[in-house]
């Protein structure tokens, strides 16, 4: 194969000219890396909802023409100046979220929240010089949480990206870049179950199945999901489900049914819904003494949270996460070990598959709440 380091690569990207319209299969200029960054070959990605919610660019700042695109596996192409950990062929997962090693927050045994290289969705150009490295016949094109993973070729910051197994299947292993993640990170790193614990989870879309999936692996005995459809407790019995509370169906707060199941309360609770009343609920559906309750969904810009403080009297712990506390340069290979040694299912989380040039198939399947994750193979 020809190198193409320090060469502008022509590829293939879904371009977003304008919010809420369906991608372009365009072919842009992709740069070589600047000094501490990574030019990848995006082999598989996959569609979350922050992708949806910023393509939609309702109350944001709207940022056009984009490449979205944050959940995703490929391989490093060229690395730029600097960059000593990572080498032509490693197998990467990029992270919307970026881990520096050398901040407060990088350097803090507790915190993922790097300072240089935190989520910044309004950002749609590279640190280095501000500038981007996608265009159209000059046209500068914006990236996307420093990832743009619709993209045959994008450029990430290196502490952006994580360098995992190459032996693992990046079909699959992809999930393990945003949403899975998440979910099972605030199951396994924050609200730690215990074997044999009760555990609730409200939100049974792809990040609140990957909580149970955590409580799954950290052998809770009972996992009941809420939510306000019941559309979903089939498939999430995979995920470990043994009970289901439907919201809506129920005359008094989800809290108190919680409580009535389970002799006072879940020994702890995710909430991965985003509404805030399920918020409110998760805490308050805990056992006084030692349950603990973590938030996890993104709630809408007026919510508050309201409680009674003699929840905290009574010892009840309120936590929140972000990227399930996991690091992503340090922590993300060690998930990828979960899932190669069979203790972590991903599998069950794929329930489409579609060629790049049909990406917009993945938009409208979200847009329907039609399954969990679809894989977008970029070399179809
Ligand atoms: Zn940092
Ligand atoms: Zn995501």
Not at 41 to 49: D, E, G
């Amino acid at each position: 194969m020809v190198s193409t380091a320090g060469q502008v690569i022509l590829c293939r990207a879904a371009v977003a000219w304008e919010a809420g319209k369906p991608l372009v299969i365009e072919e842009v200029e992709v740069a070589p890396p600047q000094a501490m960054e990574v030019r990848v070959k995006i082999l598989f990605t996959s569609l979350c909802h922050t992708d949806l919610y910023f393509w939609e660019a309702k109350g944001q700042n709207p940022l056009f023409p984009r490449i979205f695109g944050h959940e995703a596996g490929g391989i490093v192409e060229s690395i730029g100046e600097g960059v000593t950990d990572l080498r032509p062929g490693d197998h990467v997962l990029p992270v919307f979220t970026g881990e520096c090693k050398e901040c407060r927050h990088c350097k803090s045994e507790e915190s993922n929240m790097c300072d240089l290289l935190r989520i910044n969705t309004d950002r749609g150009v590279m640190l280095h010089d501000g500038k981007s490295r996608f265009s159209i016949k000059g046209q500068p094109i914006y990236h996307f949480v420093g990832t743009s993973t619709f993209s045959e070729f994008t450029v990430l910051h290196v502490g952006c990206l994580a360098k995992i197994n190459p032996a693992a299947p990046l079909d699959k292993v992809c999930l393990l870049s945003c949403g899975i993640s998440t979910g099972l990170g605030a199951m396994l790193n924050v609200a730690k179950p215990k074997k044999g614990s009760t555990v609730a989870v409200f939100g049974l879309g792809a990040v609140g199945l990957a909580a149970a999936e955590g409580a799954r692996i950290a052998g809770a005995s009972r996992i009941i999901g809420v939510d306000r459809s019941s559309k979903r407790f089939e498939e999430a019995k995979k995920f470990g489900l043994t009970e289901f509370v439907n919201s809506t169906e129920h005359e008094k707060p989800v809290q108190e049914v919680i409580a009535e199941m389970t002799d006072g309360g879940v020994d702890c609770s995710v909430d991965c819904s985003g509404s805030v009343d399920a918020m409110i609920s998760a805490f308050e559906c805990v056992h006084d003494g030692w349950g603990v309750a973590v938030l996890v969904g993104l709630p809408s810009k007026d919510d508050a949270f309201k409680t009674n403080p003699v929840n905290f009297l009574n010892e009840k712990t309120l936590k929140g996460t972000f990227f399930g506390n996991y690091k992503p340069r340090s922590d993300l290979p060690s998930v990828v070990e979960k899932y190669m040694n069979k203790e972590l299912e991903l599998e069950k989380f794929i329930t489409h598959e579609v060629p790049f040039a049909e990406i917009n198939k993945a938009f409208e399947y979200m847009l329907e709440g039609d399954g969990l994750r679809c894989i977008i193979h970029m070399d179809a």
